[in-house]
């Protein structure tokens, strides 16, 4: 039975460790999706770390916001509520607590909550544009910078815009003169717009032209790679004969841009072809391709639409062909113009607009889609990604932190410039917990995080088989972490987050834990039971005392100590005395036996009924178990880490 108990608390302790780095796994898909703006898929994820108790405080802010990004109200309430009185709470939360309030017909409420805001950001114009335009996705976005943006250096006093990265080389459009060239177009003596490629990520490289059929004497832009049916690579790409001005980008009624479709054979871009949704008497351009190469997006000013340009989409059929245009509806398009459209790896569309609420000319948006994937929202993703001028075809990297976008903002090389953006990712704390007498990793300890101008714990996890945890932090705080172990005394640590760079997602704090010198804990130790009126030691007894022998050998092989026998108050000092002493000379002669260095055991003493642990002195003021407690074997711990001991 007790094998059973035993073996059942090890399974408990297995399965517990199991589900909080399953928690952890959870989470950090979750926030995954979140920063990629995939809310919807990752309210689930942040409800099932509420119903395991995981870093909860985390899971219902981002489900708060989540639920006002997809405007679900009702849903959103009650994740505020649980964490909007906390006295950490980031201010912007009272602001998106009264968006949502207002959202829901709370006004009054919603006031409140707005005024306490502004005690904290007097200088914070988003409370009047919010009641002025009800733009609270973009608001709540633009709650905390997310970009750092850099030019690139192979901009010219030209227009250089349209990225995209494929096979390790940036593609984009560019005015600029390749060698040997001599057309220019005359309505502003710049060269025809081509398309040219340079190595992803160089410094210094100077971009090169596309060879093969694509470029031509036409204006060549916005371009995407995909595969076809046959799982072949394919181009889609803008052509058009006209560029009248660069703030309407070719989108003109007097001359149509057309998407062609270009394939790779034998290592050249070839078999251009104008796709069917191309027409004489409006324009279709700047394509994008959805993650599964199913359908297409693309710009056109075609007859119906809401404005301007809209930003329509086409399945692609099995086969290839594209079939009939789709308005993408009035949650995207505007009276104004929507063009650029981009969808990243979750299928998250991005577009660029002069008709939503912005901050100048073009800015560009990202949509919100709800569960059943409808459009509901866009969000304006805000400064440095948008500025007082026109900024357009956005591009996202795989990875979600990395990307391109166009602009012709001030400060800019030329009439139109590329910039690369980055992303501030998530922060984690990661580190291994070792033992610092052997060094060794240390599974099993329980790690908890504390702000510690709060002291509220913000996460905790377990380390695994190597050591090794990890938790999602923020930036600008003060934490502590408190290590515990029960073969190892709590331990607390300190670290700060206040001067991380943007670009760095992982904040490393290694522990060092002191082992406790009590060997009963460190081995792991059960009861060491002997036969009445008896010293030899019984298989059972084995069993525990090999764990001593692990401990002394191989875990803490400078270990030093002593052995001490004792029994309970009943019967004579001279009865007691010797038989816990010949128990004591059992338990050494065990060790010793087995591998224990005869100088690591000190002494062998037994000590009877002289030292009890409790005021037990006789059967008749004594429970079965008081007496037990006082029949023991003990190791008192003189030495753990050291030099080695001479053996004479």
Partial sequence: MKTFIKFSLILILAVSTQQIAAQSGVQRKADYYFSLFSYAKAIPLYEHMLERGFNTTHAHKQLAESYLLIRDFNKAMPHFEAVINNPDIPTDYYFKYAMALHSDGQIDEASKWLKKYKRHNKQDSRAKRFLEDGNFASVVFNSRERYDVTELHFNTSGSDFGSFVHQGKLYFSSTREDEGSEKLYGWNNEPWLDIFTVPEGSTSAVPKLLGGDVNSKYHESSLVFTTDYKKDTVMYFTRNNYFKNKESYGLEKDNNLKIFKAEYIDGEWKTVKSLRINSDYYSTGHPAISPDGKRLYFASDRPGGYGGTDIYYSEIHDRGGIMKPVNAGPIINTEGDEMFPFVNPEGKLF????????????????????????????????????????????????????????????????????????FTPSLAVEGIVRDAVNNQPLDNVAISLFDQKTKEKVGETLTDENGKYRMFISRKRNYMIEAVRKTHPHKNVFFNTQDVSRSTKIKTVDIMLEPVLDVKLLAGLNKIYFDFNKSDIRPDAAQELDKVVKLMTVTYPQMIIKLEAHTDPVGSHAYNDGLSQRRAKSTYDYLIANGVPKHHILSFKGYGKRKPINECTSKEDCSPEELELNRRTEFPVIQIKGQAVNAK
């Fill in 351 to 422: 577009f660029s607009s002069d008709g939503h609420v912005g901050f100048g000319q073009l800015d560009i948006f990202s949509t919100i889609v709800d569960v059943d994937g409808n459009f509901v929202d866009v969000i304006n993703l805000g400064r440095p990604i948008n500025s007082s001028a026109d900024d357009f075809s956005f591009y996202a990297e795989k990875n979600g932190i990395n990307g391109y976008i166009s602009s012709n903002r001030k400060g800019g090389k030329g009439s139109d410039d590329i910039y690369r953006f980055e």
